[in-house]
C-alpha cells in the first residue's frame, strides 16, 4: 500500500495572503498520478489540480499551484491570493496506473481569515 | 450534467438494523467506487467495480458489508447487521477509464 503523509494538520492564512500544503508519499513506482481534493464544510470530495508523475511541469489552476519534487517524493500545493471561500479540509491522493485505487493523506485544515 | 448522486445523505438507525446505501454514477462513466472517512481511519476505499464488475474489494470491512451494482447507473452498499463502529460518512464516485474520480456528496451514517 501507498503512504500519503500530510505533516500539517492545520494551516490558518490571512485573505489574499498565500499558503502551502506539504505532501509526501512513498512509493517504488516510477509513473503515478498525485491529486490534491478539497473538502469544505459541506463535505463534497472537489478535484483541485491533478499531477502525472512523468510530466516535469508542475500542474497550475487558477489560483492554485503544485510543486513537485520526484526525487524527494514530495507534492505540496500553493494556494495564492487566499479566498474566504477556499476554507476547507485538503486532502492529497497517490494512484498507480491501472490500480485506480486512491490513497489518501490525513488531510490539512485551512481556514482562511478575513 | 448531474453529478454522482447518493441517498440518503443522512441516515439514522439502531445496531442491528440493516443499512442500505445508494449511489448513481455519471452517466458513461465506466468505474465506479465506494469509500469511508471516519475521523480515526480517514478516507479509505471499501470496494470498486469496472464495467459493473466487482475488481477489489479489499478495503471491505467484513462480511456484514456487501456492494452490488447491477447496472451502470446504480450501485448499493449494505450494512446487516450494523454496529455503531460503522458510524462515518460513505463517499460513492465514479470515473472514466479510471481518470480522475469525480465524489457525490456522501451519506453521513449514525448507527446508535
Redesign the interface.
Known amino acids: 500500500a501507498q503512504t500519503v503523509t500530510q505533516s500539517q494538520p492545520e494551516m490558518s492564512v490571512q485573505e489574499a495572503e498565500t499558503v502551502t500544503l506539504s505532501c509526501t508519499y512513498d512509493t517504488s513506482e516510477s509513473n503515478y498520478y498525485l491529486f490534491w481534493y478539497k473538502q469544505p464544510p459541506s463535505r463534497q470530495m472537489i478535484l483541485v489540480i491533478r499531477q502525472e508523475a512523468y510530466k516535469q511541469q508542475n500542474a497550475t489552476e487558477n489560483r492554485f499551484s503544485v510543486n513537485f519534487q520526484k526525487a524527494a517524493k514530495s507534492f505540496s500545493l500553493k494556494i495564492s491570493d487566499s479566498q474566504l471561500g477556499d476554507t476547507a479540509m485538503y486532502f492529497c491522493a497517490f494512484m498507480k496506473p491501472n490500480d485506480y485505487k486512491l490513497s489518501f493523506g490525513a488531510g490539512t485544515t485551512v481556514t482562511v481569515r478575513a | 450534467d448531474a453529478g454522482v448522486i447518493q441517498s440518503p445523505r443522512h441516515e439514522v438507525t439502531e445496531m442491528g438494523q440493516e443499512v442500505t446505501l445508494r449511489c448513481k454514477p455519471i452517466s458513461g462513466h465506466d ?1 465506479l ?1 465506494w ?1 469511508r472517512q471516519t475521523m480515526m481511519r ?4 471499501l470496494i ?1 467495480f ?1 464495467n459493473n464488475v466487482p ?2 474489494d479489499s478495503g471491505m470491512p467484513e462480511d456484514r458489508f456487501s456492494a452490488k451494482m447491477p447496472n451502470a447507473s446504480f450501485s448499493t452498499l449494505k450494512i446487516q447487521p450494523s454496529e455503531p463502529r460503522d458510524s462515518a ?1 460513505y ?1 460513492c ?1 465514479s ?1 472514466f477509464r ?1 481518470n ?4 457525490g ?2 451519506t ?1 451514517l449514525t448507527v446508535l
Do not use: H
Open positions: 468505474y467506487f469509500y480517514g478516507l479509505e476505499l470498486y469496472n475488481i477489489d460518512v463517499f464516485a470515473s479510471g480522475e474520480q469525480f465524489f456528496p456522501g453521513r
